[in-house]
C-alpha cells in the first residue's frame, strides 16, 4: 500500500469576496508601523496639511508581517527592473509653530 504525499500537500481553492468598497481601496502617503510581541499594526494615513486621517489599520502576526516585507520587496526589484531606479523624496522639513 503506498501513501500519496502530495495529495495531501496539494493547495485547497479558497473563495474570497472582494467587496466594491473595498475594490475602490484608498490613498495613504504615510504610514506608521507599531508591533507588540503577538501582531503588527500598519497604520494608512492620507496626511494633508494641516491634518491627516487614518484610512486604514492593518493587524497581521509577525510572521505574516516578514512575508509582507519579503514580497513587498520582490515587486519592488520588478518595478525597478521594468520602470528604473524608485528615487527617495527628501523628508519634508519640520516646521514651527
Known amino acids: 500500500m503506498s501513501h500519496n504525499k502530495k495529495d495531501e500537500a496539494a493547495p485547497q481553492e479558497m473563495q474570497i469576496n472582494f467587496p466594491p468598497d473595498v475594490q475602490r481601496g484608498v490613498y495613504a502617503n504615510q504610514m506608521v508601523v507599531t508591533h ?28 505574516h508581517a ?24 527628501a523628508p519634508a522639513a519640520a516646521t514651527a509653530h
Open 36 to 63: 507588540s510581541q503577538e501582531e503588527f499594526l500598519l497604520d494608512f494615513i492620507f496626511a494633508a496639511s494641516p491634518a491627516g486621517v487614518v484610512n486604514a489599520r492593518v493587524v497581521v502576526s509577525p510572521s
Open 66 to 89: 516578514k512575508r509582507i516585507a519579503a514580497v513587498l520587496m520582490d515587486n519592488v526589484a520588478k518595478y525597478e527592473a521594468r520602470f528604473g531606479e524608485i528615487r527617495m523624496a
